[in-house]
T-cell receptor, first 114, second 115 residues
């Protein structure tokens, strides 16, 4: 069965600093990978996705992620964090098939200090 | 931009009562999902629905749960006899009718509190 690990429960960065959130997955076939963000009181918003092709994918709000098959990782990065980026970030793997359900990691809560 | 909506935003109910959580998926989407997130835990898949029937369900989705698409716009999750452990945030999601794995669009969630 597929699984996702986000080793960092909580990360604090200063505004303007760079950010990297880690995500490792376990899935026997080609993974379909996603990063979602959840602001307080809001739903899950898709930041970016990887299906195939270029392993560096660009998303909204200046985020990018790199798929590394050899490390089973899909880390999320941003060169300069803004205070509005404070939120919970979820990595997810999609399973092929009719249902195409998503399996999520436990999330990383990002705090941004001014 | 089209979005998934959910009502109510917060539902408080007593143990043993029935609740119905409602969702309006994006209009041209044909795959629908329910997920839940117990406080402090990960988002978990409950059920997927396509062509008026359940496509897949998790082990969490037992006989107390049911889903329905009563009309062309709503998608509901019913919990027949709520338990304390059903307290969670419930998310509805939908996606386009494309082959393979495509992104799912999530609603803002309904927080269910069972007392």
């Amino acid at each position: 069965a597929q699984s996702v690990t986000q080793p960092d429960i909580h990360i604090t960065v200063s505004e303007g600093a760079s950010l990297e959130l880690r995500c490792n997955y376990s899935y026997g076939a080609t993974p379909y990978l996603f990063w979602y963000v959840q602001s307080p009181g809001q739903g899950l918003q898709l930041l970016l996705k990887y299906f195939s092709g270029d392993t560096l994918v660009q998303g909204i709000k200046g985020f990018e992620a790199e798929f590394k098959r050899s490390q089973s990782s899909f880390n999320l990065r941003k060169p300069s964090v803004h205070w509005s980026d404070a939120a919970e970030y979820f990595c997810a793997v999609g399973v092929t098939g009719t249902a195409s359900k998503l399996t999520f990691g436990t999330g990383t809560r990002l705090q941004v200090t001014l | 931009e089209p979005e998934v909506t959910q009502t109510p935003s917060h539902q408080v109910t007593q143990m043993g009562q029935e609740v119905i959580l409602r969702c309006v998926p994006i209009s041209n989407h044909l795959y629908f999902y329910w997920y839940r997130q117990i406080l402090g835990q990960k988002v978990e898949f409950l059920v997927s629905f396509y062509n008026n029937e359940i496509s897949e369900k998790s082990e969490i989705f037992d006989d107390q749960f049911s889903v329905e698409r009563p009309d062309g716009s709503n998608f509901t999750l019913k919990i027949r006899s709520t338990k304390l452990e059903d307290s969670a945030m419930y998310f509805c999601a939908s996606r386009q009718p494309l082959a393979g794995v495509t992104e799912q669009y999530f609603g803002p969630g309904t927080r269910l509190t069972v007392t």
